[in-house]
């Protein structure tokens, strides 16, 4: 790193849609996530010096990566005359569904937002983000940036994402992940979706989205695991996922309240109302996966409140 | 009436949808509403004795009258060996998209369980109250009978009606009903509805209803009003009343959070933050109104929390 100081933040997985609320639901995780360490340097333009834990996949090219695209908005925005260096460690799974290039954009922007002493406010993080996920994913959806920004369930009420909501978080709510190791490319698990639905399967989606928002604030697990249910984009992209209805079933006769694909796939996530649950849903997911031959890693946690944060100053 | 005691009963309208919750929301207001009185009587079967405020338009005959099929299934559901009694007063009007025939089973419900002494539940009394509203509109939904029985703001989270979710009533919100003097038929209303949508605005309007729910769970008034925009079902049905963008613009421009048709119309509704507001608007949707040649009726009220409710035992 530079001779300067150094910032470094770590910044949450996501779990996009949370069943029912395709591309307006958001949740936090505490494991997975990025960390991104960012310093200052004299020469100005944007740098990655290291990428770890990729594979060799992501590109060091600032303007090609999600981390170095919020880098590159950031100077812009704030006017810096000076210039920046990024080092990435991906600590997540990339293609997974759970937010990877937001992730990092989140990371970066919380140490850059830190290191220049806070010149970002809540709207100016989230509107850089978008751009970097707009850069990385081809669409600005804030449902994976929000959440890995400010932490716990977040509602985009529109696509602009200019409308930002925080709901309450049920205390014992808790997550599981679990990620088969299977690629979807989220270009391709949105090529498959219905261009129109029938409004009475619309009316029901609704209905569901209404209760399981109704559920995270009344703290009510029971209408939260009734009302979690997508009828209108996990019947088409769980045909994706070899096992899907086995896992969900597993997950589901194994104390979770509902399961799901977690953004486009492959993995999946359950919820839960104790860490107890959670790891016996967990243990059935990855045994029904195993059936299906498919080796997974798992995560468990308690929704993550508090987003992206600073993890070491130097 | 006859000899025996007697039980009077006022049920409240209801706002059907809520704006962008087609099919799965509904709101009870303090008026208007309709009055039902029950007696008992020795002779099996169900009179309806005496309807007034009707205009001669509703039949007597029991089972053609939503109050009468409410009767009919609760001396059915609890194995009643006499005869019943009813009056009703019809004080609200017909076909204006109120929940006129939902008010008179819920005020018929709430009479008779008050007679018998409550044999019926919560569910029963929405059960019993669901097959007359199919009597009586050809459809089982939920949205009106539910909020007229039980007051509040009530989720109609399936079509089945049997998850029935009370969600919080913030304090300082007004309901404005002004009813325009012309007819529009439920059943015509639906017969114009898309059988299809978009899947992008599906996405749109379930972003909507969770701002919705958020905001009522939030008592965030600003959210509440950006939030009940219907972008489905208002754009089509809108076109059944004349000067309905302008009444809409009356009512924002004088203090509305928001403005929509209530259930099929053609009553148009404004949600305010006040009393005071909600008199303003009121004042300047009648008006607006009153440009395009209709008189109208105006009632204006906060939320009634309580549903139907006994107004008179002898």
Redesign the interface.
Known sequence: MTESQSITAFAPATIGNIG??????GMAVEQPGDVVTVGQKAKPGVTISKITGDQGKLPKQANQNTAGVAALEFVERFDLDCGIEIELEKKMPMGSGLGSSAASAAAALKALNTLFDNPATRRDLLQIGLKAEKAACGSAHADNIAPSLFGGII?????KGS?I?S??VPEKLHCVLVYPHIEIRTEEARKI????????L??????????L??GF??EDYA?IG??MQDL?IEPVRSKLIPGFARVKQAAVANGALGCSLSGSGPTVFALSESAEKAKQTGAAMQAAFKKENLSSNIWISAVNKEGAKIIKEE
Chains 1, 2 share one sequence.
Request: hydrophobic residues 45%.
């Open positions: 029912c609320g395709f591309d307006i639901l509602l985009v009420r529109n696509n409308d909501i709901i309450n979706l219905p261009k129109q639905i029938d409004l009475s619309a009316v029901q989606q609704w209905g569901n989205v209404a209760g928002v109704s604030y009344q209408l009734r009302s209108v």
